[in-house]
């Protein structure tokens, strides 16, 4: 099975993947930075947490699959 990726794509999109988590967590920071008045707000920062987790898992495997797609086994 291979997914026809050149090592520069599969590079390319690993940084896609990294730049995103940065942004989720950048949310995160900015979040955690604003007055904690409302009841929303807990919630509001897990729901970006998780979904960074969720992101960054899905990132590995993407990563993984485009490493064994270039590997000459």
């Not at 050149?6 to 900015?30: K, L, P």
């Not at 930075?33 to 969720?54: K, N, S, Y």
């Amino acid at each position: 099975m291979s997914y026809n990726l050149t090592e520069n794509q599969a590079s390319q999109g690993a940084n896609y993947a990294g730049r995103a988590m940065n942004a989720f967590q950048t949310a995160v920071n900015i979040d955690n930075q604003q007055p904690q008045t409302e009841g929303t707000t807990f919630w509001f920062r897990w729901f970006i947490r998780v979904v960074a987790i969720v992101t960054g898992i899905l990132a590995m495997i993407c990563g993984l699959f485009g490493a064994l797609s270039v590997s000459p086994f």
